[in-house]
C-alpha cells in the first residue's frame, strides 16, 4: 500500500470514527423551571440564584443541557397552569420542575385547590413528553401544624398519584438550620444568595435521576 493510499484510509476511518462518535453523542436536554420567587432570584444578584447554580454546575460537568427559568416572583400554582401549556409549546423541554405553591399558602388559598393545580401541570408536561419534579416548600409555623402537614404532604401525593419526582422541600436544612435568621432575607421568607447553593443541593439529587 502507498503512503498517500494509507492516509487516504486512515482520513476515511477517522471521518467514520467522528461520525460515529457524533450520532452517539447524548442530544442536549431542556429543563423549564416554572416557580415562583424562590426561583426568580427576588431579591438577590442575578446570576446567584439556585437555578443559575444549576446551570452552572451542568455546564461545569459538561452535561448538555439548557435551563430556562420561567419563574415569576408572587406567582400561585393557578399562574403556573395558566402560563404553563405555552411554555412548553415554546421550549419543547425534556424535564419541568415546578416550584410552585408558596404563594397559595401565603393566601390561604384551599389546599385542594393547590394540588389540582399541581396535579395538572404534572399532566399537561408529561403529556408533552417531559418529565416532572415536584419541588416541595414549607409554609411559616404560625399557620398551625396540621394545616402545614397537609400542605407539604400534596407535593409527594401529587407525584406519587402522578408517578413523578418529588423533592419534599427547597428549604430543607436552610429554615430549620441553627443560624436560620441569617440565612433569609429581612421579610423572613426569602433566603439570602449564601442559602441558594443548598437550595440547589436539595433539589439536585432528584433532578439528577431525570437527566
Known amino acids: 500500500m502507498s503512503e498517500v493510499q494509507w ?37 438577590l444578584a442575578r446570576g446567584s440564584g439556585w437555578v443559575a447554580l444549576l446551570e452552572k454546575r451542568l455546564a461545569g460537568q459538561k452535561s448538555p443541557a439548557k435551563v430556562v427559568n420561567a419563574s415569576i416572583s408572587g406567582d400561585t400554582t393557578s399562574g403556573g397552569r395558566s402560563r404553563l401549556p405555552a411554555l412548553l409549546a415554546q421550549h419543547k423541554p425534556d424535564v419541568v420542575v415546578i416550584e410552585l405553591g408558596g404563594n ?27 418529565r416532572v419534579l415536584l419541588v416541595g416548600v414549607q409554609v411559616p409555623p404560625n399557620y398551625g401544624a396540621d394545616y402545614s402537614r397537609r400542605f407539604e404532604a400534596l407535593f409527594g401525593k401529587v407525584a406519587k398519584d402522578h408517578k413523578a419526582a418529588a423533592v419534599p422541600s427547597i428549604i430543607a436544612g436552610i429554615a430549620d438550620a441553627p443560624n436560620a435568621p441569617e440565612l433569609f432575607q429581612a421579610d423572613r421568607i426569602h433566603p439570602v444568595a449564601k442559602a441558594h447553593p443548598r437550595m440547589l443541593d436539595n433539589v439536585w439529587p432528584g433532578l439528577k435521576k431525570l437527566l
Not at 484510509?9 to 424562590?38: K, M, Q
Not at 390561604?108 to 394540588?115: A, R
Open 7 to 43: 492516509r487516504r484510509r486512515h482520513f476515511i476511518a477517522a471521518v467514520l470514527a467522528g461520525g460515529y462518535a457524533a450520532a452517539f453523542a447524548a442530544p442536549a436536554r431542556t429543563i423549564l423551571v416554572v416557580g415562583d420567587s424562590l426561583s426568580a432570584e427576588y431579591g
Open 104 to 130: 397559595d399558602a401565603l393566601r390561604g388559598l384551599p389546599l385542594q385547590m393547590t394540588e389540582d393545580n399541581l396535579a395538572r401541570m404534572t399532566q399537561d408536561a408529561q403529556k408533552a413528553g417531559a
